[in-house]
C-alpha cells in the first residue's frame, strides 16, 4: 500500500515538472532572441498622474534590462508642465522609444510623440492641432504660446523633422498650401500625411505588424497596465477634478461649523481632501510634509475660533496654502482661488437658509437689544404725552419746555416755535420728545 502511494506521488510530480517545463519552454519561446518590448499606454488626459505613472514605468524597464518601449498614444492633449517633464524622461533614458499613435495624438500628446525615436501610426490616426488652451478654452496668451511653440519646434527637429509642420500646429497663422493648410487654422496630420512630410515612420495595422517593423517579432512583450491607486491619482490629479475636490473640501468643512455634530458635509469635506491628497502622493507629486502642514493649519484655525488675536489663525491659513501648494505645485493657485470663491458663496446661501446651529453657535451672539425686551438705554417718559407747556426757548426746532416746574428738551416737529408759546406733547419715542403749537382750546 505504500509503495502505491510512493508511485502515484512520483508520478504527481513528474506531472507537475512536465507542466512547469512546458510553461518554462513557452517563456523561452515567447521571449525568442531574448529581448524585451515594454508596451506603456499613454491615455486620456496628459496630467501628473500620467507623468508619474510614466515615470515609474520608464524607471522599472530600465531596471528590467527592457530593449525596446512602445508608447500607445490616444490623448486630446493636457497640462503643458506634465508634457515637458515626461518628455525629458523619454530624452534621459537610454532605452530606445517608440509612439505608436493608435488613435489621435493631440496637443500634449503630438509634443510626447515627436520626443520618441520614431513614430507609428495606425490607419484613420491623426497628430497635431496643439495650441495652448486655458481652462476656459481660450489661448494661454503670447508668452505661454511662445515657449510652447519653442518646445515643439525643438522636440520636431529632435530627430530631424522639418519644424515648419511643428509650428504649423501650434500657430494658426502658417499656411501650408501643399497640404490646403490655410491660416486661422491649426495643422492636423493623417497617418498617411505625416508619413509623406516626414512626421511619422511607418503605418501599420496592429502590435504584429509594428513588432515586426521594429525587428521584435519574438521578442518578449510586457504590458505595463495601470494600477487601480494609478487610475486614482491619474483621476485625482485631472486639472478638471483638483478645483472640484477642493471646492468640496473646504466647503464641506466650513459648513460643518454650522452643523450639529459630524455629519454629511464634514464628511463629504473629509473625503474630497483626502482623495485629493491620496492622489498626489500615489502620483509622486505630494508627500507627508504637505500633509502635516495642511492639518496643523486646519487646527490652527479652528483654535483661532477659541482664542483672541487673529495671528493664530493668519498662520493657519498661510500652513494650509503651503501644504496645498507643495501638493499640487504652482498651478494649484487657480485651484484653490475657485475653491475659495465657492466656499465664501456657498457658506453665505447656507447661513441664510438654516442659520447657525453648529459650534460656531457658541461663538456668535445673535439676541438683540431691543426695547421690546427691557433693554433701554435712558428711561422712556410715556407720561408726558398730551401734556401741555410753555416753551422755555425758542425751538429751531430743538429747545427746551417748561412742564409742571419740570424743563424737559423737546424738538418741534419741524416748524420754529418761540420762546413762551404754549405747546404739546405728540409723541415720546426712546430719549426724543416732539412738541407741536397748542390749540387754544388745549
Avoid at 465664501?344 to 447657525?356: A, K
Wanted: charged share 20%.
Amino acid at each position: 500500500m505504500n509503495m502505491k502511494r510512493t508511485r502515484l506521488l512520483i508520478y504527481a510530480l513528474c506531472f507537475i515538472w512536465g507542466i512547469y517545463g512546458l510553461l518554462a519552454n513557452q517563456e523561452v519561446f515567447s521571449a525568442g532572441k531574448g529581448k524585451t518590448v515594454t508596451f506603456i499606454p499613454v491615455e486620456h488626459e496628459v496630467e501628473r498622474g500620467l507623468e508619474a505613472f510614466l515615470e515609474r514605468n520608464i524607471k522599472k524597464a530600465e531596471t528590467d534590462g527592457t530593449d525596446h518601449i512602445v508608447l500607445e498614444i490616444y490623448t486630446p492633449g493636457g497640462r503643458v508642465d506634465a508634457a515637458i517633464h515626461i518628455a525629458k524622461l523619454m530624452r534621459e533614458t537610454d532605452i530606445p522609444i517608440t509612439a505608436y499613435i493608435v488613435k489621435n495624438a493631440f496637443s500634449a500628446g503630438a509634443y510626447i510623440a515627436l520626443n520618441a525615436d520614431e513614430i507609428v501610426m495606425k490607419p484613420s490616426t491623426t497628430i497635431g492641432s496643439a495650441a495652448v488652451i486655458d481652462s476656459q478654452g481660450n489661448t494661454a496668451g503670447q508668452k505661454a504660446e511662445s515657449a510652447w511653440k519653442a518646445e515643439m519646434l525643438a522636440a520636431a527637429e529632435l530627430n530631424d523633422r522639418d519644424p515648419l509642420y511643428a509650428e504649423a500646429m501650434v500657430d494658426p497663422d502658417v499656411e501650408i498650401p501643399a497640404l490646403g493648410l490655410k491660416k486661422e487654422k491649426l495643422l492636423t496630420l493623417t497617418a498617411s500625411e505625416a508619413v509623406k512630410v516626414g512626421y511619422a515612420e511607418k503605418i501599420v495595422e496592429d502590435r504584429q505588424e509594428l513588432l515586426a517593423y521594429l525587428n521584435l517579432e519574438e521578442a518578449k512583450v510586457v504590458e505595463s497596465e495601470p494600477t487601480f491607486a494609478d487610475k486614482i491619482a491619474r483621476f485625482v490629479t485631472n486639472p478638471v477634478i483638483v478645483p472640484i475636490l477642493l471646492s468640496l473640501g473646504s466647503l464641506g468643512l466650513v459648513l460643518e461649523l454650522y452643523t450639529p455634530g459630524f455629519g454629511i458635509a464634514g464628511s463629504i469635506g473629509a473625503l474630497s481632501l483626502f482623495l485629493f491628497f491620496y492622489g498626489h502622493m500615489i502620483a509622486g507629486l505630494a508627500g507627508w510634509e504637505a500633509i502635516i502642514l495642511f492639518v496643523i493649519g486646519f487646527i490652527l484655525i479652528i483654535l483661532e475660533l477659541f482664542l483672541p488675536g487673529g495671528i493664530i489663525g493668519i498662520i493657519g491659513v498661510i500652513a494650509m496654502l503651503t501644504g496645498l501648494i507643495l501638493a499640487g505645485g504652482s498651478g494649484i493657485l487657480l485651484a484653490i482661488a475657485i475653491a475659495i470663491i465657492i466656499t465664501i458663496i456657498g457658506s453665505y446661501f447656507f447661513i441664510r437658509s438654516f442659520g447657525y446651529n453648529g459650534p460656531l453657535k457658541r461663538l456668535v451672539l445673535f439676541d438683540s437689544t431691543s426695547s421690546e425686551k427691557g433693554y433701554l438705554s435712558h428711561s422712556e417718559r410715556i407720561d408726558l404725552t398730551g401734556k401741555t407747556g410753555i416753551s422755555a426757548t425758542p425751538l429751531r426746532p430743538a429747545g427746551s419746555v417748561k412742564i409742571d416746574d419740570e424743563y424737559i428738551d423737546v424738538v418741534s416737529e419741524g416748524s420754529f416755535i418761540g420762546k413762551g408759546e404754549k405747546v404739546k406733547i405728540v409723541k415720546v419715542s426712546g430719549g426724543r420728545v416732539v412738541v407741536r403749537l397748542a390749540e387754544n382750546n388745549e
